[in-house]
């Protein structure tokens, strides 16, 4: 393991001296110090994060992501670290090397070190995902306001080698970034050396003791490349401290300058750029296309000059991960205007949300805020470009702003009012929009398809949960009329005329009583679950990967997906995605939700969840379902969606991942949609669902005052705490223990069928949960309970009650209850053989 610093400010570095430091300000307020040499202060500045995770943010002066910057610095930064790194590795190594830079904010710096290095490729990840191409790897950025980072080469074997691996950030703090993308990356493709490249290296020396026990365990060789090293002292109180200046200096995005001057319209500007030529290194990018790179640059920044007319301060703004080619048209028009009088700054657009304060001696001045325009996978959101308004200080303010995206950020949003190109109208008195055209890899989805895709429903539009909580891969039928008495559809489904799919059950409305028993179960049961579910939730997180998709089989698993997110949240502050989808017995998983998933996650990070297990028939369903599902041509190298399903209880013994198999009352199972978002169950029918459609759901709106659906979820997530060690015990026991499924419960099943006359597995609903949905929805006809089973079935014996069917308690039963549906249901009983059934 080697540590380098640079010995001295490099000439680039030199032109960022500033009269003021423009960290003194959060360091007077919040506590925060910098140490380390001279050279720090003029590399950062401070500022404040509007984010929970983290107070304070380390704002470079040279990255030209938050401060304009001149291109030659920003670029020079990087390719000096270049050249150190090739000298380094010399040159054989250095040709066998990739260089991966880090979304959002390194993809210029990734870029520019690869310059310097100059024989090696260039990838950078992302959080865009590409339709139809395969992600091959994927880690988490802990302290980000947007974790998960996706790398998508359109050349597999870029990844493949055994060559060194360099990886670059803007900085180097605790090193869990870094742990993690090695992690992911060593696990699919092993090196010898790795390279880790900063503007400045922030770690504390508890951290640099694990990085090098970390490369010791990986046996691997560990280099460190930084222009300079210190550290961060924070106060005890730092988020607390933070939180308190947020509120306190929180003001609106910087006012529009009207009236001095008419405002400009944005005029396009056609780069003419090289047919195929990528537009970054989202894909990869090869010392072959650098070099038709620079050979077009000239051409390039001839057009941008032409409208620019006499502008003298000029502001090249790119757009979020799009960072290298905006920066490299800046130095070109840089060099195109030399000897004109005129300057040339670079800066660009993110999604870091963080205050701004009009003083010299903060590195965040002023703020445009913006909707996002390249209709991001995380739904839409807010976007900012940072000291670009020039605030109090008119010699700030830039005359000209040439804002540069790509093809996939040039949609209606960009162009509208309160978009970005009229926010950047306000504040300056020229405007061109230069677009880069989105590089397309090979195997991706073409656009109709891929724009064909739905999106995510959530709520309050549709669900009572929270939009973070959940995103339903389904299509809102609320407004069809889908409901049937019960004894209508079971017979219409027994007598083979209809589908259990094909309609809903009229929604139970409880009793007093009822709901009673409901309130006192979940007081009972709360921190049981608790424990269950932070032990399935370990259990995943350890053995399924540190980004794990939640995919919950809608609805019995979406409660539960929630709570598993939540203890990831509370636990290890995850934020991992959740979706819902739906399947069905009989007809499958929702295969367009599946295509959905592949074109936005890798399936090989997908965690299908559900409730609990009864005889074992959806586990069997899904493996079946996954089995069978061909996707695009385009995921045909794609590791594929893994069929072993996580869930809260394990009673059958269908599953290897589960919290515990205990068959105990989990209260959600005792209501339906008020206890599940107010979604109904799934719809599968084909006048209303078609190929390329979700499967459908109602949103039961009407119910809102009887909802329970947020009481579940805090009862249950306001015991995590006190379950914790519990659940580390639970989790080391399940590590340790043969996990393997017995399948006990089908074959239980397959004797309580025989034995009843029923001859049809369908028809027995084995443990608390499956016999709860039987006496809500479907024609019960007897209820078989263990003998000695306490209030866990205080539930079912109000519902048989009301009902009128009969509870049976027998001894050697596996599960602590079972329900039993009438068999071939008419009006009247019969038995499988269509005579009557004899009553026991």
Not at 232 to 260: I, K, S, T, Y
Not at 799 to 819: F, I, N, S
Request: charged share 25%; with cysteine.
């Amino acid at each position: 393991m080697n540590d380098g610093m640079d010995d001295g400010m490099d000439t680039a570095t030199q032109e960022t001296r500033h009269v003021v430091w423009t960290g003194e300000w959060v360091a007077r307020r919040l506590g925060v110090a910098l140490t380390g040499g001279d050279e720090l202060p003029q590399l950062l500045g401070l500022a404040l994060r509007r984010n929970p995770r983290r107070a304070h943010l380390l704002v470079s002066h040279v990255l030209g992501k938050h401060i304009p910057q001149r291109p030659d610095v920003v670029h020079g930064a990087g390719a000096g670290l270049g050249r150190r790194v090739r000298a380094l590795l010399g040159d054989a190594d250095a040709a066998r090397a990739v260089v991966l830079g880090y979304a959002e904010t390194a993809t210029a710096l990734g870029h520019s070190v690869a310059d310097g290095l100059a024989l090696a490729p260039y990838l950078h990840s992302t959080r865009r995902p590409v339709p139809g191409v395969p992600h091959a790897a994927g880690f988490e950025e802990e302290h980000s306001h947007a974790t998960s980072h996706l790398l998508l080469p359109e050349d597999r074997a870029l990844l493949a080698g055994d060559g060194p691996l360099v990886l670059v950030d803007d900085e180097f703090s605790t090193g869990r970034t870094v742990l993690n993308t090695i992690s992911a990356l060593h696990a699919r493709y092993p090196r010898q050396r790795y390279v880790i490249v900063a503007l400045v290296d922030m770690r504390s020396a508890a951290d640099r003791d694990r990085l090098a026990e970390f490369a010791a365990e990986l046996g691997a060789r560990v280099d460190v490349v930084a222009l300079a090293g210190g550290g961060v002292e924070l106060p005890a109180d730092v988020l607390e401290r933070g939180r308190e200046l947020v509120a306190a200096h929180e003001e609106p995005p910087a006012p529009p300058e009207r009236g001095a001057a008419r405002r400009p319209e944005a005029l396009r500007v056609d780069l003419g750029w090289p047919a195929g030529l990528p537009d970054g290194g989202r894909h990869g990018f090869t010392p072959a296309h650098r070099a038709r790179l620079e050979e077009h640059l000239p051409a390039m920044a001839a057009r941008i000059a032409g409208p620019l007319g006499a502008a003298r301060r000029i502001l090249v703004l790119g757009n979020e991960e799009l960072m290298y080619a905006p920066l490299r048209l800046a130095g070109a028009l840089d060099a195109h205007l030399a000897g004109t009088g005129a300057t040339v700054h670079f800066s660009t657009t993110t999604r870091s949300p963080v205050l701004a304060v009009d003083d010299p001696g903060y590195a965040i001045r002023t703020r445009l805020a913006f909707p996002a325009h390249d209709r991001p996978a995380d739904g839409p959101g807010e976007r900012y470009a940072y000291n670009v308004a020039p605030g109090s200080d008119p010699e700030r303010r830039f005359d000209a702003v040439v804002a540069v995206v790509d093809s996939a950020g040039d949609r209606p949003e960009l162009h509208a009012p309160g978009g970005l190109l009229d926010r950047l109208a306000d504040h300056t008195d020229r405007l061109l929009l230069a677009v880069v055209p989105a590089h397309t890899p090979r195997g991706a989805l073409p656009g109709p398809l891929r724009d064909s895709l739905p999106g995510p429903l959530r709520g309050p539009a549709f669900s009572s949960y929270a939009p973070d909580e959940v995103g339903w891969l389904l299509q809102d039928l609320s407004g069809v009329t889908l409901e049937a008495p019960t004894e209508e559809r079971e017979e219409a489904i027994q007598q083979g005329g209809a589908h259990y799919a094909e309609s809903l059950p009229v929604e139970y409305q409880p009793s007093e009583e009822y709901q009673e028993l409901f309130h006192a179960a979940l007081r009972t049961s709360a921190g049981r679950i608790a424990r269950a579910v932070g032990a399935v939730t370990e259990t995943v997180l350890a053995e399924r990967g540190p980004r794990p998709v939640l995919v919950s089989l809608a609805r019995a698993g979406t409660p539960v997906g929630i709570l598993m997110r939540r203890w990831a949240a509370h636990t290890r502050g995850l934020d991992l995605p959740h979706y819902a989808v739906s399947i069905v017995r009989g007809r499958g998983i929702d295969t367009t939700a599946l295509r959905w998933l592949a074109a936005h996650h890798d399936p090989a990070d997908v965690v299908f969840v559900d409730g609990w297990t009864g005889k074992g028939a959806i586990t069997r369903e899904l493996a079946g379902a996954l089995a069978d599902f061909t996707e695009h041509p385009g995921f045909a190298d794609c590791p594929g969606f893994d069929p072993r399903i996580a869930v809260l209880a394990d009673p059958g013994g269908c599953v290897e991942t589960y919290g515990t198999r205990d068959d105990f009352l989990i209260p959600s199972a005792c209501l339906n949609s008020t206890v599940s978002g107010l979604v109904s169950r799934t719809v599968l029918r084909a006048d209303l669902v078609g190929p390329d459609d979700f499967h459908g759901a109602k949103f039961y709106r009407e119910l809102a005052g009887a909802d329970l659906s947020a009481e579940f979820l805090d009862t249950v997530t306001a015991r995590f705490a006190e379950v914790a060690d519990a659940v580390a015990a639970d989790a080391r026991d399940l590590a340790a223990a043969d996990r393997t499924p017995t399948w006990a419960g089908w074959a239980a099943v397959e004797r309580i069928s025989a034995e009843y006359g029923i001859h049809d597995i369908n028809l027995v609903k084995p443990g608390v949960g499956e016999t709860t949905r039987v006496l809500l929805r479907r024609v019960p006809w007897r209820i078989l309970a263990r003998r000695g089973a306490g209030r866990d079935l205080d539930h079912v014996r109000l519902l048989a009650g009301q009902r009128g069917v009969p509870v049976e308690e027998v001894d050697e039963l596996p599960y602590t209850c079972v329900g039993l549906i009438h068999p071939r249901f008419t009006r009247g009983a019969t038995g499988a053989d269509g005579k009557a059934v004899a009553s026991r």
